[in-house]
């Protein structure tokens, strides 16, 4: 049973890896038929007992409630609103756009963000008349480090937080000033590679063309949708004292933004859920499910373990870039998936585990950062590069890409690997 | 707190009768905080509530039908019927509510309703039949077909994911049952079209088609691999959910597609509402609201007297709160019931009454509304409320009265 459910699982990777296939659905077939063959003892137990219903209803309302947002304008408002305020020099410039969409990206989905961003970006390149590539690749980058910072930001912290039950302040309590740090040394090793593209210089009166009031269609709409997401930030700063699920607020963010804004098109916006993604995970619980039922993970773990050989230092470090490269490669929220049960069930086999904590921390650093590494390794780097393609006529190769990558992910990782040695001390 | 969750519970109701358009995320919020209110509840349990066997059955049978469409299934299915009554108006009209009655069964009951019934619009503009009469049959057959299978309808399917009845007991019991009322509706129908006098040949455009499109097959036969497997499944030892559902994932596998190309084909509002009444229902179960009903009911010591109490009572109940909320209601006093000793025709009570109520009134089930959209779009006339039920009200009497014969038979004979 062990041999067919590590076979399945490495055929879904495959089809995820090398795109032969729609991984939604390699990942749903493979899942059912783990439950067809009975992998668990009572397949309707299994079921419940695998699937993450906490992640799935957080990302459907979020989802929808991004969607929702989108239609009253915000999202540009504030990416224009940055361009004025930034100035007249294009490292300044830089700077306050990575950092926005790093924010931003904290709190909704790294795609949504880079969706909103680039072609902002586009408009501003045109105007200024100014190569985007280093823009995107740094907004890119932004959305995967900021998205880091948050249980929220990224679909593995989401699962990360949600498994090991850590509440939203003091996940980010942790996570931002270290990603601030990541964020601020990426942003200067694109300087230095694009110095000659950084040099030019921009006049006052030319930024003031810009008009940010353009965007917002309605102001009733605007002054609502903001009132609303300040609420949500709100709710999800509260979350612990008024011990809301995470998945209870998104729904709330989502369905309640339905009702207010778009009560008319319900049936449309519930179409708009990328229910690929999903059912990619309802796929994926089911088979980690299924691995952990039958002792796969703690094979893993043993090997962890072993590797580590019984220092946590090393095990932090070992998880730390192991999950970083393997991200990079393979989607992360596999990874995470995967690699969640393992931490959980280390206690139980060797006692100087007991502080699990730090590799939590240790494995969210990891799987997020990670993504920035190759052209597919995050979902953020697909479509900011697909969209650059397609309006700019400018593709960039994978090398190339890694050329750029390699030095940002070493720095994120030697700092991520530093930062957890701390927390291990600290935690 | 019981005050609040049954104040919930109402406003949900009432936004289901009288706003359907947002009931289902209404609902869904309203069953959250439901649950919220009722509190100490810990969310890493939700899959225990919202039934993923229920939600995969139903995602799984609308994969399946969207595919089917997709492939001209059902055009190829009609073209079949239409030669085969070879012009005969009578024969084709009977072939056609065949076909639905026995479609519905298996399949989504919109569907079916949304193949046919312009083909029998057709018919009765070309010989002025009344239309009237001929939707109005269309549907009723439509939801007597759903209700003899485990997967014809959401109710259904409820109540299979509920009561883990296997998929052969719902049919050998349902089945006969839906037959018998297929039968004697048949011999009304032939009466009325009688006195329509419709002995007439129609030219239908049909015949004289010759194109030869095999594929549709395969996908029809892969249909009825994935029903044999159904039929086998307790056999299996797999849920009859995971069953539909490997079935549509691995036709969409073959095929080479992605889900998003079925997305827009599922009907989320229904996935969603259904979500949020077992969440409502949760709540109003965990604070014991139906003890009292159960106590009632379990008094009553005549079985065969409260098999046809819930029958009655859900048939009319279904045609004013329409058959989800009324199936979900019910299915909790009926389990206790039967944890308590009731026997298991109590379940097939709950299936035949919310069948048959869901014709009563026109928001009773989603082909009433379907069907009288459609009338709407393709004849521009509609049925009133007052216009519908009056017209349904003899078919539905009349089916109460002879699935009453059936259940006392079930209960007679402990069947």
Same mark, same amino acid.
């Given at each position: 049973?062990?041999?067919? &459910?590590?076979?399945?699982?490495?055929?879904?990777?495959?089809?995820? &890896?090398?795109?032969?296939?729609?991984?939604?659905?390699?990942?749903?077939?493979?899942?059912?038929?783990?439950?067809?063959?009975?992998?668990?003892?009572?397949?309707?137990?299994?079921?419940?007992?695998?699937?993450?219903?906490?992640?799935?209803?957080?990302?459907?309302?979020?989802?929808?409630?991004?969607?929702?947002?989108?239609?009253?304008?915000?999202?540009?408002?504030?990416?224009?609103?940055?361009?004025?305020?930034?100035?007249?020099?294009?490292?300044?410039?830089?700077?306050?756009?990575?950092?926005?969409?790093?924010?931003?990206?904290?709190?909704?989905?790294?795609?949504?963000?880079?969706?909103?961003?680039?072609?902002?970006?586009?408009?501003?390149?045109?105007?200024?008349?100014?190569?985007?590539?280093?823009?995107?690749?740094?907004?890119?980058?932004?959305?995967?480090?900021?998205?880091?910072?948050?249980?929220?930001?990224?679909?593995?912290?989401?699962?990360?937080?949600?498994?090991?039950?850590?509440?939203?302040?003091?996940?980010?309590?942790?996570?931002?000033?270290?990603?601030?740090?990541?964020?601020?040394?990426?942003?200067?090793?694109?300087?230095?590679?694009?110095?000659?593209?950084?040099?030019?210089?921009?006049?006052?009166?030319?930024?003031?063309?810009?008009?940010?009031?353009?965007?917002?269609?309605?102001?009733?709409?605007?002054?609502?949708?903001?009132?609303?997401?300040?609420?949500?930030?709100?709710?999800?700063?509260?979350?612990?004292?008024?011990?809301?699920?995470?998945?209870?607020?998104?729904?709330?963010?989502?369905?309640?933004?339905?009702?207010?804004?778009?009560?008319?098109?319900?049936?449309?916006?519930?179409?708009?859920?990328?229910?690929?993604?999903?059912?990619?995970?309802?796929?994926?619980?089911?088979?980690?499910?299924?691995?952990?039922?039958v002792g796969i993970m703690k094979d893993i773990a043993n090997f962890l373990v072993k590797i580590a050989s019984g220092s946590a230092v090393t095990l932090v470090s070992v998880?730390?870039?192991?999950?970083?490269?393997?991200?990079?490669?393979?989607?992360?929220?596999?990874?995470?998936?995967?690699?969640?049960?393992?931490?959980?069930?280390?206690?139980?086999?060797?006692?100087?585990?007991?502080?699990?904590?730090?590799?939590?921390?240790?494995?969210?650093?990891?799987?997020?950062?990670?993504?920035?590494?190759?052209?597919?390794?995050?979902?953020?780097?697909?479509?900011?590069?697909?969209?650059?393609?397609?309006?700019?006529?400018?593709?960039?190769?994978?090398?190339?890409?890694?050329?750029?990558?390699?030095?940002?992910?070493?720095?994120?990782?030697?700092?991520?690997?530093?930062?957890?040695?701390?927390?291990?001390?600290?935690? | 707190?019981?005050?609040?969750?049954?104040?919930?519970?109402?406003?949900?109701?009432?936004?289901?009768?009288?706003?359907?358009?947002?009931?289902?995320?209404?609902?869904?919020?309203?069953?959250?905080?439901?649950?919220?209110?009722?509190?100490?509840?810990?969310?890493?349990?939700?899959?225990?509530?919202?039934?993923?066997?229920?939600?995969?059955?139903?995602?799984?049978?609308?994969?399946?039908?969207?595919?089917?469409?997709?492939?001209?299934?059902?055009?190829?299915?009609?073209?079949?019927?239409?030669?085969?009554?070879?012009?005969r108006v009578y024969v084709a009209i009977f072939f056609i509510y065949f076909a639905i009655f026995f479609l519905s069964s298996f399949l989504d009951n919109v569907t079916t309703?949304?193949?046919?019934?312009?083909?029998?619009?057709?018919?009765?503009?070309?010989?002025?039949?009344?239309?009237?009469?001929?939707?109005?049959?269309?549907?009723?057959?439509?939801?007597?077909?759903?209700?003899?299978?485990?997967?014809?309808?959401?109710?259904?399917?409820?109540?299979?994911?509920?009561?883990?009845?296997?998929?052969?007991?719902?049919?050998?019991?349902?089945?006969?049952?839906?037959?018998?009322?297929?039968?004697?509706?048949?011999?009304?129908?032939?009466?009325?079209?009688?006195?329509?006098?419709?002995?007439?040949?129609?030219?239908?455009?049909?015949?004289?088609?010759?194109?030869?499109?095999?594929?549709?097959?395969?996908?029809?036969?892969?249909?009825?691999?994935?029903?044999?497997?159904?039929?086998?499944?307790?056999?299996?030892?797999?849920?009859?959910?995971?069953?539909?559902?490997?079935?549509?994932?691995?036709?969409?596998?073959?095929?080479?597609?992605?889900?998003?190309?079925?997305?827009?084909?599922?009907?989320?509002?229904?996935?969603?509402?259904?979500?949020?009444?077992?969440?409502?229902?949760?709540?109003?179960?965990?604070?014991?609201?139906?003890?009292?009903?159960?106590?009632?009911?379990?008094?009553?010591?005549?079985?065969?007297?409260?098999?046809?109490?819930?029958?009655?009572?859900?048939?009319?109940?279904?045609?004013?709160?329409?058959?989800?909320?009324?199936?979900?209601?019910?299915?909790?006093?009926?389990?206790?019931?039967?944890?308590?000793?009731?026997?298991?025709?109590?379940?097939?009570?709950?299936?035949?009454?919310?069948?048959?109520?869901?014709?009563?009134?026109?928001?009773a089930s989603m082909c009433n509304i379907v069907g009288n959209n459609l009338f709407k779009n393709l004849k521009n006339e509609r049925l009133t409320f007052l216009q519908f039920?009056?017209?349904?009200?003899?078919?539905?009497?009349?089916?109460?009265?002879?699935?009453?014969?059936?259940?006392?038979?079930?209960?007679?004979?402990?069947?």
């Amino acid at each position: 049973m062990k041999l067919v &459910v590590a076979l399945t699982f490495s055929l879904v990777l495959y089809f995820v &890896v090398t795109g032969k296939l729609n991984k939604t659905i390699a990942a749903m077939v493979g899942g059912l038929t783990l439950l067809a063959i009975r992998v668990f003892p009572d397949p309707y137990e299994g079921l419940k007992e695998s699937i993450d219903i906490n992640t799935l209803l957080f990302l459907i309302g979020m989802m929808i409630f991004v969607r929702v947002m989108e239609t009253s304008g915000i999202f540009e408002y504030i990416a224009i609103k940055t361009v004025k305020i930034a100035g007249t020099s294009l490292p300044k410039l830089f700077f306050a756009i990575t950092f926005v969409v790093g924010f931003v990206s904290a709190f909704i989905d790294n795609v949504t963000t880079i969706l909103i961003f680039v072609p902002v970006t586009f408009a501003i390149s045109d105007i200024l008349n100014i190569d985007p590539v280093p823009f995107v690749l740094g907004e890119i980058f932004a959305s995967n480090i900021g998205g880091t910072m948050t249980p929220i930001g990224d679909p593995p912290n989401i699962l990360i937080t949600s498994a090991a039950k850590i509440p939203f302040t003091e996940f980010i309590k942790y996570m931002v000033p270290v990603n601030l740090i990541i964020l601020f040394l990426a942003d200067v090793s694109l300087l230095v590679t694009f110095k000659k593209e950084f040099s030019r210089q921009f006049s006052r009166e030319f930024l003031e063309a810009f008009d940010e009031s353009k965007v917002v269609k309605s102001r009733k709409r605007f002054v609502l949708a903001s009132g609303f997401m300040f609420f949500i930030i709100f709710l999800f700063l509260l979350q612990k004292p008024l011990k809301l699920e995470s998945s209870i607020i998104g729904l709330i963010a989502g369905f309640f933004g339905l009702l207010i804004f778009e009560p008319q098109e319900i049936t449309p916006f519930l179409e708009k859920v990328e229910w690929e993604v999903i059912f990619f995970f309802l796929g994926l619980f089911i088979i980690t499910g299924a691995m952990e039922k039958v002792g796969i993970m703690k094979d893993i773990a043993n090997f962890l373990v072993k590797i580590a050989s019984g220092s946590a230092v090393t095990l932090v470090s070992v998880i730390v870039w192991a999950s970083g490269i393997l991200s990079g490669f393979v989607d992360n929220i596999p990874f995470a998936a995967t690699m969640i049960p393992v931490i959980k069930g280390l206690p139980t086999i060797s006692p100087q585990f007991s502080n699990i904590t730090p590799l939590w921390y240790a494995l969210a650093l990891g799987a997020c950062l990670g993504g920035n590494l190759t052209p597919v390794g995050a979902s953020a780097n697909v479509v900011g590069l697909t969209i650059m393609k397609k309006y700019k006529g400018k593709e960039i190769a994978f090398r190339s890409f890694i050329k750029y990558s390699l030095v940002v992910v070493f720095i994120s990782l030697v700092m991520s690997n530093v930062y957890s040695l701390i927390l291990l001390k600290i935690l | 707190m019981i005050g609040i969750v049954l104040l919930l519970y109402a406003v949900a109701y009432a936004y289901i009768i009288f706003l359907p358009q947002i009931s289902s995320v209404t609902t869904f919020l309203f069953g959250l905080t439901s649950v919220l209110v009722i509190g100490n509840f810990d969310f890493s349990r939700l899959s225990l509530i919202i039934d993923f066997n229920t939600l995969f059955i139903l995602l799984g049978m609308m994969t399946l039908v969207s595919i089917l469409k997709e492939n001209g299934v059902f055009v190829e299915i009609s073209k079949i019927i239409l030669k085969a009554s070879r012009g005969r108006v009578y024969v084709a009209i009977f072939f056609i509510y065949f076909a639905i009655f026995f479609l519905s069964s298996f399949l989504d009951n919109v569907t079916t309703i949304l193949i046919f019934i312009p083909i029998l619009f057709y018919i009765s503009d070309a010989l002025q039949i009344d239309s009237k009469l001929l939707l109005i049959n269309a549907v009723l057959f439509s939801n007597l077909g759903g209700m003899t299978t485990a997967i014809g309808d959401p109710p259904n399917i409820i109540i299979y994911s509920v009561s883990r009845l296997s998929f052969i007991s719902f049919i050998t019991h349902l089945m006969p049952v839906g037959i018998a009322l297929l039968i004697v509706q048949f011999i009304f129908l032939g009466r009325k079209l009688r006195a329509e006098a419709v002995n007439t040949i129609f030219q239908s455009s049909v015949e004289n088609d010759t194109s030869e499109n095999r594929k549709w097959q395969y996908y029809l036969l892969a249909f009825v691999f994935i029903v044999t497997l159904m039929v086998f499944h307790e056999e299996l030892g797999i849920e009859l959910g995971t069953i539909i559902m490997l079935g549509a994932m691995s036709v969409l596998f073959v095929e080479g597609k992605n889900f998003q190309s079925v997305v827009d084909e599922i009907d989320w509002d229904t996935l969603i509402l259904i979500s949020g009444l077992y969440l409502l229902n949760f709540s109003i179960e965990h604070l014991n609201f139906y003890r009292p009903f159960v106590s009632v009911l379990s008094k009553i010591s005549s079985p065969y007297l409260l098999v046809l109490s819930i029958l009655w009572s859900s048939i009319f109940l279904t045609g004013f709160l329409s058959a989800l909320p009324v199936t979900l209601m019910y299915l909790v006093i009926i389990k206790k019931l039967v944890l308590m000793g009731a026997p298991n025709t109590l379940y097939w009570a709950l299936a035949i009454g919310v069948g048959i109520g869901g014709n009563l009134t026109p928001i009773a089930s989603m082909c009433n509304i379907v069907g009288n959209n459609l009338f709407k779009n393709l004849k521009n006339e509609r049925l009133t409320f007052l216009q519908f039920t009056k017209n349904m009200l003899k078919p539905v009497l009349l089916s109460g009265i002879i699935s009453s014969a059936f259940l006392l038979v079930f209960s007679f004979t402990g069947f």
